[in-house]
C-alpha cells in the first residue's frame, strides 16, 4: 500500500523530491490568503463574521465567549475528560518549568560585566485549530508555556463549532489556563485579526500555533507584512518511523495513521532495514484502517505516503535528517546507539513502547512543531518561544580602562570616528 523506494536507488535529486511536501506550487494557498488578510485588514469584524458564514457554516452576531459562557461549557463535560486534561496540562507544566533557567553573570574583562535576563512577550496570540478535528491539547501545549513565561496578554482564536461556540474540552482548558475568552475566528482570517486588531479582537505582538495550510501561510505572510512574528511553520502533521526487523509492524502502522488521521495532507514515512517489515506493516495498514473513523482522510494521506529501503540504520537516519521530520519515532533495539545521530526533527520518540501520541497529549514534550523540513532550522513551542532575552552591560572605571582601546582601534578600523569618540571622551575624563 505505501510506494516503497530503494535508497541506494534514488539519486540525490530524486531524493530531494520525496521529501518536498506541502508545496504550494501554483500560489493557490497564497492567492486565497492574501485575499483574506487584505480584507480582514479592510473590514474588520465584519470580514471575521463573513468567513465564519463561509468557511465555518455559522453566522455570528458576537465574535467571543465570555467568561460565564465558557464556564458553562467546561462545566458540561464529564470528572474522567476534566482529570485526563489537568493530568496532561500537569505533564506539560512540569516539563516546560525547567525550561526558565537563569543565566550566569559574567565579566567579560576586569570591570566589564555581562548578562542576559528574560521578559515575557506582553500580548500572544493562540492559534487552536478547529477545522477536521479540534484540538484541546494545543491549547495547553500554547497556553502552558505562555503562563509560566509571564505574558500579560493571551488571546486565544478558534474556529467556532455549528452551534457558534466552543467545545467543553476547549472551554476546560481555558480554565486551567485562566482565560477569560475566546475568540471565535479561524483560519487564515484569525492570523490576520490577530495581527492587525480588529473591534473585538486585540492585536498581538507574536503568533502561536498550528494550523492547515491556510492557517500557516497566513502567519508566514503576516511576519513579512507587520511588525507580528510567529512561532514557526507548523502545519499539516507528519511522522517519520525507523524501524528494524526487531519492530512490530502492528505498532508501526498504528503510528503511521495516528498522524495520517489528522488530514489527507498529512504524511507518514517508513525507513526500514527490513523489505519484510515493509510488507507486514502494508497488511496491519489495511487491517487497521477497517476500525478506524477516520479511515477516509488517513487514506489520503497514506496515499501521500512512502516507505524506503535502506541497507543500514545509519543510512536511516542520514534519509531522516534529510527529511527533518516533525516526528521522528525509533522502533529499533538500537535506538540508544542512534540518538547522537539526530540532527534534525522537531521530537523524538525512542523504543517500541513510546507511540508518537504520548507527546501529542500528555508526556510534557509540546506538541507545536515544525514541519515541512523546517525542523532542519526551528525548535518546537518553549517557554523559550514566549519570551526575549535582552542583554545587559555595565562597566566600572576599570572596565572602561581595560576595554576602551580595543573599541577605538576596532572603530577605527571601521571608519567609525563617533564611535570612536563616545569611548575616548569618557576615558579623557577619567585620566583627568
Ligand atoms: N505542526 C504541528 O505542530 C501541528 C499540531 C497540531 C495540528 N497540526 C495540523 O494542523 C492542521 C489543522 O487543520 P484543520 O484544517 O483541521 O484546522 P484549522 O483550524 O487549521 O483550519 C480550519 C480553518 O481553515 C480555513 N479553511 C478551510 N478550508 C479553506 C479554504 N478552502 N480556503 C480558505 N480557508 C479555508 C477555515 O477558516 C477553517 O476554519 C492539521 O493539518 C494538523 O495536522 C499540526
Ligand atoms: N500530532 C499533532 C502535531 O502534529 C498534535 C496533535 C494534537 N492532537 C492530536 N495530535
Ligand atoms: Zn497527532
Redesign the pocket.
Known sequence: MLKTYQYDQLSLEEIDELILRNTDPNNQIQD?VEQ?ISKVKEDGDDALKQ?ASR??QIDLEQLYLDEGEIEALANSISREQQRALEIAFQNIYKFHATQLKKERTIETMPGVTCWREVRPIEKVGLYI?????V?PS?LLMLGVPARIAGCKEIVVC??PQKDGKVNGFIAYCLKLLQVKKIYLT????AVAAMAFGTASVPRVDKIFG???Q??TKAKSLIQSLTQVSIDMP????EVLVIADETANPAYIAADLLAQAE??A??QAVLVSTNETLISNVNEALANQLRSLPRAALAQKALENSYAVIVDSLENALLFSNKYAP?HLIIQSDQWKKMVNGVLNAGSVFLGHLTPESVGDYASGTN?????SGYARSYSGVSVDSFVKKITFQQLSSTGLQQIGSTVEILAELEGLQAHKNAVSIRLSDLND
Do not use: K, R
Open positions: 486565497t483574506i468567513f468557511y465555518d485549530p478547529g477545522g477536521s478535528a484540538l494545543t478558534s474556529p479561524g483560519g487564515a482570517q498550528p494550523g492547515n491556510y492557517v507548523a502545519g499539516p502533521s489528522h488530514g495532507d498529512s516533525e506538541h507545536t512543531l515544525p514541519t
